[in-house]
Structures are given as structure tokens and as C-alpha cells.
């Protein structure tokens, strides 16, 4: 009888220990997006979500098709994990740098147990990420009369298949460097976080213009994830992106 109950009472304690755990996951875990550690399924896996729980609530992050299309090709080049479905055993800030006139760059800051180090890769060109079919501009003719004649216009031939840029995600990794850095800088970093309203501010907000940079930066802690993203940011969220770009040791254009 004795047996009995302290197994039914070590029962009792795992199960609690399990319940526990779940009650901290705050990861989706869907497998058809990607493996335990990251991994995206295939090469059209979109690497953020379009809504992320926290507690009770859900949050709809706004992101559209183009955008997920176009940050996640950038990180499939750069063979790097998806962040919002699985917590990958350490903490992770990642910035995602896509500028009109220059390489893609992406800065991962880690944090596991006392180690921090600091990631960066850049790629050779931006990924297609959609398939462009040009077609042949075929002027209208002005008649005697003064009417427009638009019957060949209207044809709208298409060039030769030579003529379209297909849709990939395919681009070279030409720097990929790791440097070790302090708990201290990982602490200041947090700082500049906290100081920009990071895991408060909304996901998206509505701003394009032509020449710019988008800034998309991730958090990815044990018991959160979020990401904010920006065109040519000039407030505080700003400097969360000039603190990684100036620890990489990088000489680039900021803008």
C-alpha cells in the first residue's frame, strides 16, 4: 500500500511538471513550417508570422504576401532558422537589412547560458522572389483623322521566354563571420530594446518610399517572440539596428 502511494504521488508530480512546461511554450510548433531546430519544411516556408499569441491574446502582425515573400527569401539564402515556431534553446536578437542599392545583410546576436556572440552574413544579390514576364510595348497609331488606332497595342505580344526573370530564393553567401562578444554588450543591446518599445510596438506599419531600407529585427526569447519592421527608421528603433551593424565591424552605407 505504502508503494502504491508514493507512486501515485510521483505520478501526480510529473504530470504537474509536465502541465508546467506546456503552460510556458509559447511557440506554435506547427511541423509543416519547420523542424525543431529551425529548419524551414521547404523553400517557400515564410519566416514570420501573421499572427503571434501571447497569453490569451493573438495579435495579427499585418504583414502582407510581397513582404513575406521578400524577407523570407533573404533569410532561405542565408541559410538561417525560422525563429517564431520553435524556441531554439538560447535567446536570439536577428536584424534583417534589406537596402535599394546594396547586399542583404543579417545580424544574429546570441545568447546562451554566459556566451554571446554575434553573427553576420551578407549576400551577393537580393533573391527573386517573384516571377517577372515583360512583355512588348506596341505604340498606338495616330490615324489621319485624328483617332487612336490601339488594335496592335492591344495585342500585348510577350517577349521570348528568355524575357522572364523566374521566381527563387536563390543567392550566394559571400561573408558569414562570428565574433564573440560580452554579457555586458548583450545587456546593452537589451537596453536599446526596451528603450524603442520593441515588444510593444505593432509589427507593421504602413510607410514605402522609393530609395530606402527596410529594417526587420526579431526577438526570440524563451518565453516570447516578436518583430518589428521599418522603412528607414529614424527613431530609437534605429539605433537597435546601428548597434549591430557597428559591432559586426561592417564600413556600410546607413540609411
Not at 528568355?162 to 548583450?186: C, F, G, H
Request: proline residues 4%.
Amino acid at each position: 500500500m505504502t508503494k502504491n502511494i508514493i507512486f501515485f504521488y510521483l505520478g501526480l508530480l510529473f504530470a504537474s511538471c509536465s502541465q508546467t512546461t506546456t503552460e510556458k511554450d509559447y511557440y506554435p510548433k506547427d511541423t509543416t513550417v519547420s523542424k525543431t531546430n529551425g529548419t524551414p519544411r521547404d523553400s517557400l516556408s515564410f519566416y514570420y508570422p501573421t499572427t503571434i499569441q501571447r497569453d490569451t491574446q493573438v495579435f495579427k502582425t499585418e504583414i502582407d504576401t510581397f513582404m513575406l515573400n521578400w524577407f523570407s527569401s533573404a533569410l532561405y539564402s542565408a541559410q538561417e532558422p525560422i525563429l517564431y515556431n520553435y524556441y531554439l534553446g538560447h535567446d536570439i536578437y536577428r536584424f534583417l537589412w534589406l537596402r535599394s542599392f546594396h547586399r542583404p545583410i543579417v545580424f544574429t546576436l546570441h545568447k546562451d547560458g554566459g556566451k554571446v556572440w554575434l553573427t553576420t552574413k551578407e549576400l551577393d544579390r537580393q533573391p527573386n522572389f517573384i516571377q517577372i514576364r515583360y512583355v512588348k510595348f506596341v505604340p498606338a497609331i495616330i490615324l489621319s483623322n485624328g483617332e487612336i488606332d490601339t488594335t496592335e497595342s492591344n495585342r500585348n505580344d510577350e517577349l521570348p521566354v528568355d524575357s522572364v526573370s523566374n521566381a527563387d530564393r536563390k543567392a550566394t553567401i559571400v561573408l558569414n563571420q562570428t565574433i564573440q562578444l560580452s554579457e555586458t554588450e548583450w545587456k546593452e543591446f537589451e537596453k536599446i530594446i526596451d528603450d524603442c518599445s520593441f515588444w510593444t510596438s505593432k509589427p507593421c506599419l504602413v510607410s514605402f518610399g522609393i530609395d530606402g531600407s527596410r529594417w526587420i529585427i526579431e526577438g526570440h526569447l524563451k518565453r516570447k517572440y516578436w518583430f518589428v519592421n521599418r522603412f528607414s527608421p529614424k527613431d530609437n528603433f534605429r539605433k537597435a539596428g546601428e548597434y549591430l551593424i557597428n559591432k559586426g565591424g561592417l564600413k556600410e552605407v546607413i540609411y
